[in-house]
């Protein structure tokens, strides 16, 4: 398996514009989660699927995010408009189960908002 | 308010001793906890976990090792080799909830 496949690797965008981050979780994991790696922050969980239903967007830091999981292969982080303040590392991860088992990440995307 | 808590930003160990990493919890509700690797450019990897009914878990040279009463767990490297050379993450989890609370991280050097 290849793994959770994320896109783009590197973004740079001008504040106030779109920013679409896509991801590809590993086939048959059932749970999706968004996180965000900030050095002040650490790594932050922004909002979680199970089987392609948010459960918990708490982590959404405000309306300006939001994501989707149209199928069981593929879901969106979209930040509009996106602000300096956003520039971090963004995650995917995956797994069958997150209680016991690890959860598989991908290796994000970093986003510079200028 | 961060739940679980990695004070030492960064530790820097000489190749072949022990790597000590720390990690503080303050929510007596969590029962499972796991260490995350992570290189630059690359996404965090599972490194060992240890279920709340145990005190402590090996895996070759890799130990974790919680004291529930001090809500504090303990990851222990030995021997440090340069490979070693990454951000640890801690991370915790209970039983009724499907997320994973993570830590800063602690940055390791392992210095030849």
């Known amino acids: 398996d290849a793994g959770v496949i994320q896109s783009p690797r590197h973004e740079v965008t001008e504040m106030g514009q779109e920013v679409t981050l896509r991801c590809k979780p590993i086939?048959?994991?059932?749970?999706l989660f968004w996180y965000r790696q900030t050095m002040m922050r650490g790594l932050e969980l922004l909002i979680y699927?199970?089987?392609?239903?948010?459960?918990?967007d708490s982590g959404m830091p405000e309306d300006r995010f939001s994501a989707k999981m149209p199928n069981a292969s593929f879901s969106t982080l979209k930040i509009q408009p996106s602000e300096p303040r956003d520039s971090a590392v963004y995650f995917c991860?995956?797994?069958?189960?997150?209680?016991?088992?690890?959860?598989?990440f991908g290796p994000g995307t970093r986003l510079t908002v200028l | 308010d961060q739940q679980v808590k990695q004070n030492s930003p960064s530790l820097s160990v000489q190749e072949g001793r022990i790597s000590i990493l720390n990690c503080d919890y303050t929510?007596?509700?969590?029962?499972?906890f796991l260490w995350y690797k992570k290189y630059p450019a690359e996404g965090p990897t599972f490194l060992i976990s240890i279920s709340s009914i145990k005190d402590k878990n090996e895996d070759g040279r890799f130990t974790v090792f919680l004291n529930k009463s001090a809500k504090h767990l303990s990851l222990h490297i030995v021997p440090s080799q340069p490979g070693d050379s990454a951000v640890y993450f801690c991370?915790?989890?209970?039983?009724?909830?499907?997320?994973?609370?993570f830590g800063k991280g602690t940055r390791l050097h392992i210095l030849p």
């Open positions: 086939s048959g994991h059932d749970y």
């Open positions: 929510n007596s509700m969590f029962d499972y």
């Open positions: 991860a995956s797994s069958l189960t997150p209680k016991r088992d690890e959860q598989f």
């Open positions: 699927f199970n089987n392609n239903v948010p459960i918990d």
């Open positions: 991370a915790a989890n209970m039983n009724r909830d499907d997320k994973i609370i």
